[in-house]
């Protein structure tokens, strides 16, 4: 735990701050009900001396366009004091190899190629020489889970193979897969198969009443179904079926706060006391994440004088604030520019004999990063390992991004190399800011390691992070690897902002790559020719 002098002079020494983009935090306990909880190893490659592309091969329609551009000599820069860790970091081999390839890396080869449907990538898989006994489709379907096509073909293949049966959590990382895809029928379809095998509809896969999917009516069913609805900013909806199921359904305490919960994010906090207070009739108190609700959207309106009210009511009914609740509190008074009184929140912790989380450490190395107190953020960071509170993915990555904000590219990268020495998983959000910092520098091979590094821990490249890419090379210079990035984001059924297309169309007009200009706007075609000025 921080010492009370390291407190005092954090604050005394606190600046004021405008407009903190705080990273949100996972503030509730809630099942959430589209997200696979199922784990995979990482693949086993052996080190590859010569460090094989991760980048998308260069379309032919601008590598042989004459452009004049050369490699500058940040390409090939890597920091000396990790060029030993990049070098011999396991790569995942695109192209063939003298030293034989894994069963994942030969899959994933045939997945990054673009198919038109589904179809064609089981004709693709079934025409390999290996079968779903030699790899595992939980790794395959995270790698692929940004590409619906690829991995609902892999999906569709498994589950042909003889002796095979996918599990409910598969079933579940599927129907997400395809949900986020907006593939909604091919969605019914795959719940109406689970809905014909015993015990693979559950609270993950509820998208209808409990009736119409066959699920037994409880109080599980229900609250999933509320917090479903609520999570899909249908207070409303969530609503009306709790006045329609809560006479034929026993309820609990979750119920209440998941409405509570929907009515505050909705800025409804009348309607949210009237379920307070129909909690209370059905015999249940407001706990702690009932009023850290209310904390949470009078926070969000910046409104302190009422967050210290509803904490005084708190202590009034003998609900003690937890680490989230304060969490929540340092937020919003760092994101106010009241950076002194966000520190004091930890003496308001020690007062209250509430021990600091992760996510709490996090949320204050963000706010002094943000006012330049990277010394400080440093010395909490160290210290609330010492306190044996073991930092996780939100923590460094608040730590990495920081590094990168502020051009600090070995130490980001350290933190990665950290990161993987404390067997933390690391996530996408882990990677953008430092893909972000290495097209800036124009550190192509840096570049290059990350997106092997992502694979390597299954982490799928979203629609925000090609985006990031694409923007990122095209202000570099870096078009051809621009154009690599922005169709192969466009062959995976991903639509590309307007604001890139027309930027990348621009760059390559002035650029004169006609050819290459030409074909973007094939893959797009509502893309706007570049204004000609005179």
């Known amino acids: 735990m921080l010492r009370k002098h390291q407190t005092l002079s954090l604050a005394s020494s606190s600046n004021p701050q405008r407009n903190l983009n705080v990273n949100s935090l996972k503030l509730f306990g809630f099942s959430a009900l589209f997200t696979s909880t199922s784990t995979s190893t990482n ?216 409405l509570v919960h929907g009515f505050c994010k909705a800025r409804r906090l009348s309607d949210a006391r009237k379920i307070l207070n129909e909690m209370n009739e059905h015999g249940f108190q407001p706990c702690t994440v009932s009023f850290t609700c209310f904390i949470e959207a009078y926070c969000r309106e910046k409104d302190f004088r009422n967050v210290d009210a509803i904490l005084d009511e708190m202590k009034e ?38 021990l600091p989380d992760s996510s709490f450490y996090s949320s204050l190395i963000f706010i002094l990063s943000k006012t330049g107190r990277l010394k400080d953020a440093d010395e909490i960071f160290e210290d609330m390992v010492k306190q044996g509170v073991k930092p996780n993915a939100l923590t460094y990555n608040t730590m990495i991004s920081s590094a990168c904000g502020h051009s600090l590219e070995e130490k980001a990268l350290k933190l990665l190399k950290r990161m993987e020495e404390d067997s933390c998983k690391p996530d ?7 893909l972000k910092m290495c097209c800036r520098k124009k550190r192509m091979k840096v570049l290059n390691f990350l997106l092997s590094h992502m694979l390597n821990n299954d982490v799928s490249i979203d629609h925000t992070t090609y985006t990031l890419l694409v923007r990122g090379l095209c202000n570099s210079g870096k078009l051809e690897q621009a154009c690599a990035f922005f169709e192969e984001m466009v062959l995976k059924g991903m639509i590309a902002k307007s604001s890139i297309c027309t930027m990348l169309v621009e760059k390559l007009e002035k650029e004169d790559m006609i050819e290459a200009k030409q074909k973007i706007q094939e893959l797009v075609p509502n893309v706007k020719e570049p204004k000609i000025t005179v």
């Open 43 to 258: 693949p086993s490659a052996s080190p590859d001396s010569s460090l094989t592309s991760e980048l998308p091969d260069i379309p032919s329609w601008v590598s042989k366009q004459n452009t004049g551009t050369q490699p500058s000599g940040d390409d090939d820069f890597v920091i000396p004091s990790l060029a030993t860790w990049i070098e011999n970091h396991p790569k995942v081999r695109l192209f063939p190899t003298k030293k034989p390839e894994t069963p994942v890396e030969k899959l994933t080869k045939i997945l990054k190629c673009p198919y038109p449907s589904p179809a064609i990538v089981v004709q693709a898989l079934n025409a390999s020489d290996l079968s779903v006994s030699d790899v595992s489709v939980d790794q395959l379907l995270k790698r692929f889970s940004n590409s619906w096509i690829s991995a609902y073909g892999v999906f569709i293949w498994a589950k042909t193979q003889s002796g095979y049966t996918h599990t409910p959590e598969l079933y579940n990382f599927m129907v997400d897969v395809l949900g986020k895809a907006k593939m909604f029928d091919l969605l019914l379809d795959l719940i109406e198969e689970m809905k014909q095998l015993k015990g693979y509809i559950n609270l993950d896969t509820i998208f209808k009443k409990d009736k119409e999917l066959g699920v037994e009516k409880d109080v599980m069913a229900l609250n999933g179904l509320l917090d479903a609805l609520v999570k899909g900013d249908g207070v409303e909806h969530a609503c009306e079926a709790f006045v329609e199921l809560k006479e034929c359904i026993p309820l609990d305490s979750s119920t209440f706060n998941i």
């Open 428 to 434: 996408i959000s882990t990677y953008a800011p430092l």
């Open 317 to 354: 009914k003998g609900c003690r604030p937890n680490a989230v609740t304060y969490t929540i509190i340092m937020h919003a008074r760092g994101r106010a520019g009241e950076i002194g009184k966000a520190l004091e929140v930890y003496e308001m912790m020690k007062k209250d004999s509430c």
